[in-house]
């Protein structure tokens, strides 16, 4: 059963009634208010105020306000006036009747409030949209509009390229006809010309002498050679090609390849003399390989594995067919955990032991087992099984393979277990 609140206050006005309820150190927030005409009604479990006024009171017009462990609330009468007493006593029906109907008129109040909420949601969000419909057919339009400006200036500068093609055109054809005019012209000159060197033979009639015959048609060529144009002056075209490393000509050829396949040649040519400037310091025993091969050895006996890596370096390049240096340095990246190089140094070291043979057998083994264990160290131990085998065929009785095998094989069958 609810608590009721009865040392709250109030004063009044002619035209209004002031009451202070008391809220008991409530939160706002859990304050409960229902007001009618005639009924007020402040909720705040445990905690309950409600009072039937003596008149009618302004519903629209009242004022509440909740804050401070207080509720102040400002109750315009209907009718101005002044009140003998806050409430009346009436009947529990009546009382009942009353909260009801407050209660209905709370209700209708804040469907009402709901549905004019709905409403101006919905035409906020109506001129949202057609707020954005119109800056999107704005933008569209402002769109097609910079098309048509696109559009209509291309077509006038194609316009204008054809005119000025046919203006190119119209020049190309008067010069065309002009130069053809000239040869016409010069033509019919030469055609003239033609009589005037033709020597005109003696005729038996005339009595001339030989000499004067002679003197006639000398004076007639003179003359007929003054008028011909001179001779064109000889002249000399130099040609020449673009050198061609390739035998096949441009057309027929793959440019691009070629010229990276020349790159890499010039690439590897500069290296080498790079490699030999290197070799040019060193003594006569650091240029024999056996020598190098040998101080490598020592030194990775030591546990000088760099000092070990760099004398097998300096060997292989004195000499890439011996296949011990290839094992030796793969052994030296095993040991400094750069395993992608000792796979390299590993499988061209196999490269060297081929074919496969007795006298090779124990080398390729070595070789066989430093791959297969830089396989297990990066976890490919499929890989590394399949070297372990290689090696176990060629000497099938060593049992520190066979345990080393088998750990592989069960880490294998685990890793498919989890898997699964």
Known sequence: MPLLITDHTWTQSESAVFLRVPLKAVKPAKVDVLCAEEYLKVSFPPFLFEVFFFELIEVEKSVAKIGNGVALFTLPKKNPGHWEQLGVNIDKDKQREIRERAIIRSHIKAKEKEEAK??????????????????????????????????????????????????????????????????????????????????????????????????????????????????????????????????????????????????????????????????????????????????????????????????????????????????????????????????EDSSQALELLMPAVSGNAKARMKVHVRRGTAFCQLELYVEGLQDYQAALRIDPQNQALQADAQKIREIIQGTEANSN
């Not at 010309?193 to 006639?216: C, D, F, M, N, Y």
Request: hydrophobic residues 30%.
């Open 118 to 343: 709905a409403l101006r949601i919905h035409q906020e969000r109506k001129y949202t949209l057609e707020t954005m419909m119109k800056m999107e057919e704005e933008e569209r339009m402002r769109i097609q509009t910079m098309k048509d400006e696109e559009c209509a200036r291309a077509v006038k500068e194609l316009e204008s390229w054809k005119e000025k093609k046919k203006e190119v055109e119209k020049e190309e054809e008067a010069q065309r006809r002009l130069q053809d005019t000239d040869v016409q012209e010069t033509k019919q000159i030469h055609q003239q010309r033609k009589p005037e060197t033709v020597i005109t033979p003696v005729q038996p009639q005339q009595h001339l002498s030989r000499a004067q015959g002679e003197k006639i048609s000398s004076g007639k060529k003179s003359s007929s050679r003054a008028d011909l144009p001179a001779p064109r002056s000889a002249g000399c075209i130099k040609v020449s090609f673009t050198p061609r490393v390739f035998p096949t000509p441009t057309r027929e050829s793959r440019m691009p390849e070629e010229e990276e396949w020349l790159r890499k040649q010039a690439e590897a040519r500069r290296a080498k003399n790079a490699d030999l400037a290197e070799l040019d310091d060193l003594t006569e025993e650091e240029r024999n390989p056996d020598w190098l091969k040998n101080k490598g050895d020592k030194f990775f006996m030591l546990g000088n594995y760099q000092a070990a890596l760099n004398a097998y370096d300096l060997a292989i390049k004195l000499n890439r067919q011996i296949a011990a240096l290839f094992s030796n340095r793969a052994a030296c990246h095993l040991k400094l955990r750069n395993l992608h190089k000792a796979i």
